[in-house]
């Protein structure tokens, strides 16, 4: 860790009581602008950790939280992958932008999205475009999130089992099961690969199949990062998303080699698999924006 950089942990209280866990890096000496970090699909805040530390090294402050019902949002009497309601889940990320923008009044406030987190962040930069300085969405993730034979399943499961974990492990590819990633990801107590039909109801319905036209709605500054090694239909999507949205400020930055974990700038731990060196190209251009937006 950077000298001078913390990692906090704290738990925002929700307007409903709920306490949603957030980490939170905070730079030593002037503060330059906030970023709300939403995490991807099965994860969890620790996700930022890397990327997070680098940028308060940079003087901003980081916010990464554990949507409910992942990581250490886990909700009384439920698994990890589930929510009672989907609603209250998307009303938490507003509660979390409030409770940011009170604590730091002077700051402009940004949202960083990744994965599905960028499904989120577009979401919010929709139907709050008031709330946000500018978004960062970084391998955008809306098509094919999950595989059409199992979203076609969604109607009759919410009918009669919504609360079933639906478990996308077995979808993994054999390689990917035995890769570096997959073996830290298993190996991580609050990953999950299991979700509920009702949370992928609600992730479909609100976020997936309206990715685009949450995009034309968005007239903030945008950046979107991705992968050059990344699934095509990530980076086909993600050019996607850049055509839709209405904002004339915006910038899309491809990365030679990198797959969707950005030379594992956004991952449980940075790796020796990558030199520290491809990372700090991924932080630089956030930062660039950053400064300059």
Not at 28 to 35: D, H, L, Q, T
Not at 174 to 186: A, P, R, Y
């Amino acid at each position: 860790m950077g000298a001078g950089v913390r990692e906090i942990q704290e738990h925002f209280k929700m307007t409903d009581g709920f306490g949603l866990f957030c980490r939170h890096w905070r730079p030593v000496g002037e503060m330059k602008k906030s970023i709300i970090c939403i995490h991807g699909i099965g994860g969890h805040s620790g996700f930022f950790r890397v990327m997070g530390q680098d940028l308060a090294e940079d003087g901003f402050e980081i916010y990464a939280l554990d949507l409910r019902g992942f990581g250490n949002s886990r909700e009384e009497a439920l698994p990890r992958g589930d929510t009672n309601d989907f609603n209250r889940h998307l009303q938490d990320v507003n509660d979390v932008v409030g409770f940011v923008r009170k604590r730091h009044p002077e700051n402009k406030v940004y949202m960083f999205g990744w994965s599905l987190g960028a499904l989120y962040t577009l979401w919010y930069s929709a139907n709050h475009p008031d709330s946000l300085d500018g978004i960062i969405l970084a391998a955008p993730y809306w098509v094919g999130f999950m595989p059409r034979i199992y979203s076609s399943k969604i109607p009759f499961m919410l009918r009669s089992a919504p609360k079933t974990i639906y478990d996308s492990y077995k979808n993994w590819t054999q390689d990917f099961k035995e890769s570096e990633e997959g073996k830290i990801l298993l190996q991580d107590p609050l990953f999950t690969a299991k979700r509920s039909w009702r949370w992928l109801d609600g992730v479909k319905r609100n976020l997936s199949d309206k990715a685009l036209q949450n995009a034309s709605q968005t007239k903030k500054p945008t950046l979107i990062i991705l992968g050059e090694e990344d699934d095509r239909d990530i980076r086909t999507g993600a050019k996607q998303i850049l055509e839709s949205l209405a904002t004339k400020d915006k910038l899309i930055q491809a990365f030679p080699g990198a797959d969707h974990f950005f030379y594992h700038a956004i991952f449980l731990k940075a790796t020796t698999k990558h030199n520290p060196a491809k990372r700090k190209q991924v932080t630089s251009v956030v930062k660039d924006w950053l400064n300059t937006h």
